[in-house]
């Protein structure tokens, strides 16, 4: 056999055993094992690509939260509508409850208001308007005028004074200032509003609740930041003062 015959034997051979499955010269025969392994493998592979593709993902998104701003409630503004007839207020006329003084427009609606004072505080926030913030002390109990704590049948009384134990007015015998036909809180300090106590009159030197920042120990103290504290994630203490400025106008 010449060497031109041979060597299309040899071609032919190798394309046999390519067809076959033949090891060339000097290759090892795979093992069924083998190709299991190598789908293993990829298989493998795919799974660590998909978790790193999730894990950046978080990552971005966690980004892109510390950048975010946060939701912002909206402003209100001063109550310019009747909460019931949806008219022009008069200044004249008006309810104090629950902690705010409620405007109308006449004196049926006045006489709507006092039936629930709550549904038209709520009905002006939805308005997008805020009834004017107005803390009474209640001359009967010593609790804040309309809330739900004021005149309770059941509430234990002081002994000393009569109020309501552990009251604003508990014990401190608070009187309208001049001008003023009720006990009104200031929102700034806590104390009575327009009072020789009040803000800038007692001086810089007063000692400031840490809890709420009002005077420590004035009648509004811890008081006026839950009459007007919005429920929170954390239900932390907030300054009346800052809280009012914030979401109201005066």
């Known amino acids: 056999m010449n060497a031109k015959r041979c060597g299309t034997w040899i071609g032919c051979l190798a394309v046999v055993a390519v067809l076959f499955g033949v090891p060339a010269y000097g290759q090892t025969?795979?093992?069924?094992?083998a190709p299991q392994a190598l789908a293993k493998a990829i298989e493998a592979a795919k799974t660590e690509a998909v978790e790193a593709a999730k894990t950046e993902a978080v990552d971005a998104a966690a980004n892109v939260a510390d950048?975010?701003?946060?939701?912002?409630?909206?402003?209100?503004?001063?109550?310019?509508?009747c909460p019931i007839m949806g008219s022009k207020i008069d200044k004249k006329l008006y309810v104090d409850a629950n902690g705010y003084r409620i405007y109308v427009c006449c004196a049926a609606?006045?006489?709507?208001?006092?039936?629930?004072?709550?549904?038209?505080?709520?009905?002006?926030?939805?308005?997008?308007?805020?009834p004017e913030p107005r803390p009474v002390v209640c001359p009967k109990c010593g609790e804040i005028s309309g809330t739900a704590k004021c005149?309770?049948?059941?509430?234990?009384?002081?002994?000393?004074?009569?109020?309501?134990?552990?009251?604003?007015?508990?014990?401190?015998h608070?009187?309208?200032?001049e001008g003023e036909k009720d006990v009104v809180l200031c929102l700034k300090c806590g104390e009575v509003k327009g009072s020789d106590k009040c803000c800038a009159a007692a001086g810089p030197d007063v000692e400031k609740c840490p809890k709420c920042g009002l005077?420590?120990?004035?009648?509004?103290?811890?008081?006026?930041?839950?009459?007007?504290?919005?429920?929170?994630?954390?239900?932390?203490?907030?300054?009346?003062?800052?809280?009012?400025?914030?979401?109201?106008?005066?």
């Open 67 to 81: 950048v975010a701003p946060t939701a912002v409630a909206p402003e209100l503004k001063p109550q310019e509508t």
């Open 174 to 177: 608070l009187k309208p200032v």
């Open 29 to 33: 025969q795979e093992t069924p094992e």
């Open 215 to 250: 005077h420590k120990g004035s009648p509004g103290c811890c008081t006026l930041n839950k009459l007007y504290q919005h429920s929170g994630a954390d239900d932390a203490p907030v300054p009346a003062e800052k809280l009012i400025r914030e979401r109201y106008s005066e």
């Open 109 to 130: 609606c006045k006489a709507k208001v006092k039936e629930d004072p709550q549904k038209a505080i709520e009905k002006l926030k939805a308005l997008g308007e805020a």
């Open 151 to 172: 005149c309770q049948p059941d509430a234990e009384k002081c002994p000393a004074c009569g109020l309501d134990k552990d009251s604003p007015g508990c014990c401190r």
